[in-house]
């Protein structure tokens, strides 16, 4: 089997468990959970009583590259296959890890070797250029900010759980992009609350600590019908639970949000449908989130707001100001919530 492109995590991690293998992988990329997941599934290839023999895990700043090749040119004892994975390849220079190109432009048969670049894309032309010739190439790319709630409720459904829209909103807010931290917390309440059950605000606030009354999710609704009452308290409980609620993950869900009511409003096509593809989104009840924001602030509003949602990011970063992070943002949605829109479009 050879690919002159990257598959999927789930294509790859189909191929290797139904035994569809190439002599050599390079996995690489910057999103580092999917490389550690299919590292699990090569080193489960072999049966237990084969792994002391024909398993050899290596370290390329420690290994090198030559004892890898050495090791993947011997031969499996008393089995059909050897496993050989090279870690840590992205500690490496790129011109000592080109050298693998040896050995993957005439791979043995009987070995599986895989090459890891954890956070990092290989620039090893000649490697590269063998491994497509003789092998499989598989890039992880992190997710995007739109990705993380369809990627949420894939992993729920796959856990054979149900969510809540809330519940998924304050988990993707909570969470972000960190895929591993992800997949524990899920793993974690498919244990605990069992196939088929709902996953609810209450269950995620007892079981991972996320505030139900007091999270993004809340603060945005809040915005969104301008209860400023509410959306103060919810800034104050921020700034008094730093720790779970970091400003730099309020400010990304803001600039998210307005984003999301700019393409809205910028939408030709005004049915669900067309909203749905402009925006990205697979389920209807998102757009609900949207039509009373949509209705509250106007153009020119989102505009003034999301440049100042920029403003008070970089604020908080220490451009320009020493004012604490939590001011800024409780000044930040006194802004928003007074927004006249005075900005020429």
Not at 286 to 296: I, M, S, V
């Amino acid at each position: 089997m050879a690919s002159t492109s990257s598959p999927s995590f789930t294509q790859l991690r189909a191929d290797i468990r139904a035994g569809h293998l190439a002599p050599v992988y390079l996995l690489n990329g910057e999103e580092g959970y999917f490389i550690d997941e299919l590292v699990k599934d090569f080193e489960n290839l072999l049966p237990e009583e084969e792994r002391d023999f024909n398993l050899t895990i290596l370290y390329a700043p420690e290994s090198g590259v030559d004892t890898p090749m050495d090791v993947c040119q011997g031969f499996p004892v008393m089995a059909d296959r050897q496993v050989v994975i090279l870690k840590e390849t992205q500690a490496i220079r790129a011109d000592t890890l080109n050298k693998l190109h040896h050995y993957a432009s005439r791979p043995n048969p009987s070995t599986v070797f895989v090459i890891c670049a954890r956070g990092a894309v290989v620039k090893s032309k000649e490697l590269v250029a063998a491994v497509k010739q003789n092998g499989v190439i598989y890039t992880s790319q992190k997710l995007k900010d739109r990705e993380i709630a369809p990627a949420i409720a894939s992993l729920v459904q796959e856990k054979g759980l149900n969510i809540e829209p809330k519940a998924l909103a304050m988990l993707r807010d909570y969470i972000g992009t960190d895929l591993s931290r992800l997949y524990n917390e899920i793993g974690k309440l498919s244990l605990i609350l069992g196939k088929g059950s709902m996953i609810t605000p209450e269950a995620i606030e007892r079981n991972i600590g996320i505030s139900k009354d007091y999270n993004n999710f809340e603060l945005i609704d809040a915005i969104n019908t301008r209860n400023a009452n509410k959306a103060f308290t919810i800034v104050r409980y921020f700034a008094n639970n730093p720790k779970s609620n970091p400003v730099v993950m309020t400010v990304t869900a803001l600039f998210n949000h307005f984003s999301n009511i700019l393409v809205y409003h910028y939408t030709a096509d005004k049915t669900k449908n067309g909203y749905m593809n402009a925006l990205g989104f697979r389920n209807d009840w998102q757009l609900k989130f949207f039509e009373p924001a949509t209705r509250a602030y106007n153009v020119r509003q989102t505009i003034e707001i999301i440049s100042a949602i920029r403003e008070c990011d970089a604020r908080s970063k220490g451009i320009g100001s020493k004012t604490d992070e939590y001011s800024l943002l409780n000044d930040l949605i006194f802004r928003i919530l007074t927004a006249y829109g005075r900005i020429d479009v």
